[in-house]
């Protein structure tokens, strides 16, 4: 949240790349820390730190958009000839409505709000009572989801769930940074890379698309526009293929004897499906989806029965949420 404060300063002075960037990127690791936080914390402070990240983080969006495809110009070749001269005129355009809509987007960012939040929540997290398996349940939930989206994509591939798969993943990213520290410095930088496949290949389905717009509203020469689409096309198919090797790889074989290495021959393959395995067992979910072990449940219920008639007038207190 400090880095959000100080990130909105750098930003509201020029509104370049980096700094929009980097304030947008502070927002969205509060806005997952929010998500995450109250799934298991009532307190509605989450959702309003929630709400006020989504919609600061909105009012950037399009000027981040712009921002993005204009730096895929040069790599692309799409600086010269009719297309690229559309792609720069269509920038410049969009730029300016977009340069506007963020300027009042950070103006509205609530600095003194954000500032009583910094200092109330940590102290409001340091009470949750939470242990490491419902942190860990609480990844597994958007796991599963990313792994849903994958496989949605892998049978009937489209931009769209291409993008609903990036979206996913960049949240998974930042929950497991925020909640399983452990975890991110071992996948950490698997799930960098797989982000930044899924956000290039995006990118490219963007200007792809924009590409198509362009060539019809200002009647384009289909010779120049199927050169530029087939360049972008390229590429797009590169970070594809480059997403389905990385989350395809076997397990690494690092020689000091890890359960999930020990396992090699009867774990699962795909990237994503081996960290699910791992997550299951931090939160104590079989195969069958059930939580814990069958003779947990009774042993527990057992011993809360054994607290209660030892001490029959001490006051209950409202247990957390497993």
């Known amino acids: 949240m400090r880095r959000a404060l100080g990130n909105h300063k750098r930003a509201q002075k020029n509104l370049k ?3 929009v960037h980097d304030f947008r990127v502070a927002l969205r690791r509060c ?3 929010a998500e995450g936080f109250s799934a298991i914390d009532p307190d509605p402070v989450w959702r309003r730190l929630r709400k006020a990240s989504k919609q600061i983080q909105s009012g950037l969006s399009d000027l981040r958009d712009v921002q993005v495809l204009q730096a895929w110009l040069r790599p692309l070749r ?3 000839g009719p297309a690229g001269k559309a792609l720069a005129s269509h920038f410049k355009k969009q730029e300016r409505r977009a340069r506007r809509e963020a300027r009042s987007s950070l103006k509205s960012f609530p600095r003194k709000r954000w500032k009583r939040w910094s200092r ?3 102290a409001r997290a340091e009470l949750i009572p939470v242990n490491e398996r419902r942190l860990a349940q609480l990844v597994l939930e958007q796991l599963s ?13 489209s931009a769209e769930t291409w993008h609903e798969l990036r979206v996913t993943v ?6 497991v940074e925020s909640f399983l520290p452990q975890k991110s410095e071992a996948w ?8 930044d496949l899924l956000g290039e290949g995006h990118d490219l389905d963007v200007m792809h698309d924009l590409l198509v717009e362009l060539s019809h509203k200002r009647s384009l020469p289909k010779l120049a526009v199927s050169r530029s689409l087939r360049r972008v096309d390229t590429a797009a198919r590169k970070r594809r293929k480059e997403y389905v090797a990385l989350v395809s790889q076997p397990p690494h074989r690092n020689g000091k004897g890890s359960s999930v290495d020990n396992a090699a021959d009867t774990s699962p393959q795909k990237l994503w499906d081996r960290w699910r395995t791992e997550l299951a067992c931090m939160a104590s979910i079989t195969r069958q989806g059930g939580e814990e072990s069958s003779r947990s449940a009774p042993r527990r219920a057992l011993r809360v029965r054994a607290r209660a008639s030892r001490y029959p007038h001490r006051p209950r207190r409202i247990s957390s949420a497993p």
């Open 145 to 157: 989801r990313v792994i849903d989206l994958h496989e949605r994509w892998t049978k009937e591939p």
């Open 78 to 80: 799409l600086t010269g």
């Open 31 to 33: 806005r997952s820390l």
């Open 170 to 175: 960049k949240r998974l990213r930042y929950l």
């Open 120 to 122: 109330r929540l940590p």
């Open 188 to 195: 950490g930088a698997e799930l960098e890379r797989a982000q």
């Open 17 to 19: 790349t980096d700094p």
